[in-house]
């Protein structure tokens, strides 16, 4: 197969990719029992595999929960335990911010290992502000908020202070997101918040108003508003937060989820239509603001750790950073404890274990070679079933290729360079090729080939 690259025509500069430590981090964060593999905690050996460049597949970005407080009060409808989170407030306003501490645990072992990029995000407000005391909606309770206008700020306030309690303990807190999916309507579950466009967007105002009172907390922005359907409103709800001057000074990007469900109204199916649409939107209307794809998964039953999943995985960060030009790309769960494709790594509550997925190993195809600011340029190949990008920094050149099909392909780079190969036998194999030799794109893989060289010829 014959790759063409041009290195003129670019595109968004990257910044990297993240998980989040959401409804497993308060579990795994207690395992202390030793790895025997690796010799240390079993907690540490998954934060490493994590976010290590150098023993892991180097994720920039840890999403971190701050919790409604149904742990503690026990409200709400919650089949799964560890779909409750802890807050910190205490019933007299004072905060104990030894609380929630496995999942506090497992996010400075992220910063420690290499996360450079923190983001706090909020599912539901704290249950003290919310309209019925829960962290979520009355079940038959539809296109509701759970948060009164007149708790806004208080709101605001508590998503603040624990923001600055974390930057004070040398966290490298980022971004605040204290609106996640308003679109759904969240009456159990899991916590969660409906709003309307508007309605987010005044909650933005409000967070945002607290933020800039914090002389210290002035290089922390805003996330949002992280809607969670990649086809529904994400126009109407970017138009209501950035119209707003005050929530536009303290926002960089646009944060999306990515999901996508099919539907059976074939029309709404053609995911990349969808992108390209809401591309060609903010490209009309904020050009100069980019956009970052803050959480996804592979929502479907079964757990899987082979390569059906890992290929769905690739194809979706494939399209979000060539169709969608996202700066930013985060994966959902890092670890999942259920009978489903979420998860990079699963875990065993039973034993205070852990099983790779190939799902681990295809996200690191991106994560371990593509570096921060990496800039994508024009990448094709004459193959139609290949997917392919390319990213070039300081003298390095990056590609990944996505081949989902059955059958071998070559491809010959021209110079010597390494590949990294992930398929159904391999998991992030590395060998070196040389400027005469085919590089071997195995059936069903995802292989990164990492060259040195500044440019070097085009290929056959």
Same mark, same amino acid.
């Given at each position: 197969?014959?790759?063409?690259?041009?290195?003129?025509?670019? %595109?968004?500069?990257?910044?990297?990719?993240?998980?989040?430590?959401?409804?497993?981090?308060?579990?795994?964060?207690?395992?202390?029992?030793?790895?025997?593999?690796?010799?240390?905690?079993?907690?540490?050996?998954?934060?490493?595999?994590?976010?290590?460049?150098?023993?892991?597949?180097?994720?920039?970005?840890?999403?971190?929960?701050?919790?409604?407080?149904?742990?503690?009060?026990?409200?709400?409808?919650?089949?799964?335990?560890?779909?409750?989170?802890?807050?910190?407030?205490?019933?007299?306003?004072?905060?104990?911010?030894?609380?929630?501490?496995?999942?506090?645990?497992?996010?400075?072992?992220?910063?420690?290992?290499?996360?450079?990029?923190?983001?706090? =995000?909020?599912?539901?407000?704290?249950?003290?502000?919310?309209?019925?005391?829960?962290?979520?909606?009355?079940?038959?309770?539809? =296109?509701?908020?759970?948060?009164?206008?007149?708790?806004?700020?208080?709101?605001?306030?508590?998503?603040?202070?624990?923001?600055?309690? =974390?930057?004070?303990?040398?966290?490298?807190?980022?971004?605040?997101?204290?609106?996640?999916?308003?679109?759904?309507?969240?009456?159990?579950?899991?916590?969660?918040?409906?709003?309307?466009?508007?309605?987010?967007?005044?909650?933005?105002?409000?967070?945002?108003?607290? /933020?800039?009172?914090?002389?210290?907390?002035?290089?922390?922005?805003?996330?949002?508003?992280?809607?969670?359907?990649?086809?529904?409103?994400?126009?109407? %709800?970017?138009?209501?937060? /950035?119209?707003?001057?005050?929530?536009?000074?303290?926002?960089?990007?646009?944060?999306?989820?990515?999901?996508?469900?099919?539907?059976?109204?074939?029309?709404?199916?053609?995911?990349?239509?969808?992108?390209?649409?809401?591309?060609?939107?903010?490209?009309?209307?904020?050009?100069?603001?980019?956009?970052?794809?803050?959480?996804?998964?592979?929502?479907?039953?079964?757990?899987?750790?082979?390569?059906?999943?890992?290929?769905?995985?690739?194809?979706?960060?494939?399209?979000?950073?060539?169709?969608?030009?996202?700066?930013?790309?985060?994966?959902?769960?890092?670890?999942?404890?259920?009978?489903?494709?979420?998860?990079?790594?699963?875990?065993?509550?039973?034993?205070?274990?852990?099983?790779?997925?190939?799902?681990?190993?295809?996200?690191?195809?991106?994560?371990?070679?593509?570096?921060?600011?990496?800039?994508? =340029?024009?990448?094709?190949?004459?193959?139609?079933?290949?997917?392919?990008?390319?990213?070039?920094?300081?003298?390095?050149?990056?590609?990944?290729?996505?081949?989902?099909?059955?059958?071998?392909?070559?491809?010959?780079?021209?110079?010597?360079?390494?590949?990294?190969?992930?398929?159904?036998?391999?998991?992030?194999?590395?060998?070196?090729?040389?400027?005469?030799?085919?590089?071997?794109?195995?059936?069903?893989?995802?292989?990164?080939?990492?060259?040195?060289?500044?440019?070097?010829?085009?290929?056959?």
């Amino acid at each position: 197969m014959k790759i063409s690259l041009n290195k003129n025509k670019t %595109y968004q500069t990257f910044e990297g990719f993240g998980a989040s430590g959401a409804w497993w981090a308060q579990l795994v964060g207690g395992w202390d029992n030793c790895d025997c593999e690796s010799g240390i905690a079993v907690r540490d050996r998954i934060a490493q595999l994590l976010w290590s460049k150098t023993d892991g597949i180097g994720l920039r970005t840890y999403r971190y929960n701050i919790g409604a407080g149904s742990a503690e009060s026990g409200k709400g409808d919650y089949s799964d335990k560890y779909r409750r989170a802890e807050c910190f407030e205490e019933k007299n306003g004072s905060y104990d911010f030894s609380k929630d501490k496995n999942a506090v645990y497992m996010m400075k072992k992220a910063a420690e290992y290499g996360a450079d990029e923190i983001i706090l =995000f909020v599912n539901s407000p704290i249950e003290r502000l919310t309209k019925n005391g829960k962290g979520h909606l009355n079940r038959h309770a539809y =296109f509701r908020t759970n948060l009164s206008k007149k708790n806004y700020p208080a709101f605001a306030k508590y998503c603040v202070d624990v923001t600055e309690h =974390f930057v004070d303990a040398g966290l490298p807190i980022k971004y605040l997101s204290p609106v996640n999916e308003p679109l759904w309507i969240w009456n159990g579950g899991q916590e969660g918040c409906h709003y309307s466009p508007r309605q987010a967007a005044r909650v933005m105002k409000s967070v945002a108003a607290e /933020l800039r009172k914090r002389d210290k907390l002035n290089s922390v922005m805003l996330s949002g508003v992280e809607n969670g359907d990649i086809r529904w409103f994400n126009k109407s %709800y970017t138009r209501e937060m /950035l119209r707003l001057p005050e929530v536009r000074k303290c926002v960089d990007s646009v944060d999306v989820h990515s999901y996508f469900l099919h539907s059976p109204l074939p029309f709404t199916n053609d995911r990349p239509a969808f992108l390209r649409r809401y591309r060609r939107w903010m490209d009309r209307h904020y050009p100069d603001i980019p956009v970052k794809m803050s959480e996804w998964c592979h929502m479907k039953g079964g757990k899987d750790t082979g390569m059906e999943s890992a290929l769905e995985t690739a194809r979706v960060i494939y399209e979000d950073i060539s169709i969608l030009n996202v700066t930013s790309w985060q994966h959902w769960i890092a670890c999942s404890i259920y009978d489903y494709c979420d998860g990079l790594i699963y875990i065993n509550p039973d034993y205070k274990s852990f099983e790779m997925t190939k799902r681990y190993y295809v996200t690191g195809n991106f994560s371990k070679y593509i570096p921060f600011g990496a800039v994508r =340029f024009e990448a094709s190949c004459d193959d139609g079933d290949i997917m392919l990008l390319g990213f070039k920094k300081d003298g390095k050149t990056v590609l990944v290729i996505i081949n989902p099909t059955e059958k071998e392909k070559e491809y010959y780079p021209g110079r010597n360079c390494m590949i990294s190969v992930t398929d159904e036998k391999f998991s992030l194999a590395e060998k070196n090729i040389t400027k005469d030799e085919a590089a071997k794109i195995a059936p069903r893989s995802v292989t990164t080939v990492i060259i040195k060289e500044d440019s070097f010829e085009d290929n056959k």
